[in-house]
């Protein structure tokens, strides 16, 4: 039997074999494999859960119905009920200012800022949720709710939170923040069959949302989120406390009222770009941050109160 010396051979020499292939090399492919597989299944889930929706179409087309019209009229059919949905489109420079501003402050004091999640609000929401050991508030933006009102239903599961947080990115990035707004003010519910901005102030006012004065816009705001449950004209003291500090907000932002009108010279500028970090993240007409807050940090304004004993809407 020969003997062969394998002294002289290099040290990492090795024998290799037609076919076979070393276990680093396959273990290699094997994860780019499961990398594949797994980028294809996120790809996949995210067609799933955006291919119904045609928030493209949004940048041009005002739409006709959201999911949350339609789960209306689907209860009033169930319940026997007759339910003619109000809903008046009007585009931004046909509704106040007043209006406008009231609801951002209410409801996202960041909207400019932020890119669809206002993770300090959410944070200060947890916590007076833990303090008070029930859902009292929430965070949502008005990105969130834009995409609950169009494309979801109000049931809360994993299944839709992972749905509206796709969708909220969706719409970020494929509207301007001015088309948002634009959206949220139309669509919006603000009572029994009151969809809408116009329809709601024609509705409680009788009168056109353009003219709503700010007490009037205070009042529209203030019933958000639960607009089928409260009135603008309630004298129960969560909802007088809710219109005060609206109130106090509307006056502390201290400059003229925020306006869609292009090219108005008088109007601050409310693109995202142009508005600075402040309070509640809107520009007065001097350029500072509105509140009157000379800190580049202030702290964040608290919810408004909301009555214990009911849950939002959405």
Not at 51 to 76: D, F, G, M, Q
Not at 195 to 200: H, K, L, Q, R, T
Not at 206 to 224: R, Y
């Amino acid at each position: 039997m020969r003997v062969e010396d394998h002294s002289l051979l290099p040290v990492d020499w090795a024998p290799t074999f037609v076919g076979v292939t070393s276990t680093s090399g396959r273990g290699d492919r094997i994860r780019a494999m499961i990398r594949r597989i797994l980028l294809l299944a996120l790809a996949g889930f995210l067609i799933y859960l955006l291919w119904p929706y045609s928030v493209l179409e949004l940048k041009t087309h005002n739409p006709r119905t959201t999911s949350l019209i339609e789960l209306r009229k689907k209860e009033a059919r169930a319940a026997h009920r007759r339910m003619k949905p109000e809903m008046v489109w009007k585009s931004s420079s046909q509704i106040s200012p007043n209006l406008a501003h009231a609801i951002l402050l209410a409801e996202d004091d960041t909207f400019y800022q932020h890119h669809g999640f206002d993770y300090e609000q959410i944070r200060i929401a947890l916590a007076e949720n833990i303090v008070k050991q029930k859902f009292a508030y929430g965070g949502s933006t008005i990105t969130q709710q834009l995409a609950r009102t169009l494309y979801l239903r109000p049931r809360k599961s994993i299944l839709r939170k992972a749905k509206e947080a796709v969708l909220t990115l969706y719409l970020e990035h494929t509207l301007s923040k001015k088309r948002i707004l634009e959206l949220y003010l139309n669509v919006v519910e603000w009572g029994p069959g009151i969809f809408g901005a116009e329809a709601a102030s024609q509705y409680y006012f009788s009168k056109p949302a353009l003219e709503l004065t700010p007490d009037e816009a205070v009042a529209m705001a203030s019933i958000l989120p639960s607009p089928r449950r409260w009135s603008p004209f309630s004298e129960k003291a969560f909802m007088a406390r809710r219109r005060t500090q609206l109130t106090d907000r509307m006056q502390k932002a201290g400059y003229a009222p925020i306006t869609f009108l292009d090219g108005d010279p008088a109007a601050p500028d409310l693109s995202e770009e142009a508005a600075p970090v402040g309070m509640n993240g809107l520009q007065t007409p001097s350029g500072r941050p509105a509140g009157g807050v000379a800190d580049a940090s202030p702290a964040r304004a608290a919810p408004l109160p909301v009555d214990p004993n009911v849950l939002a809407d959405q």
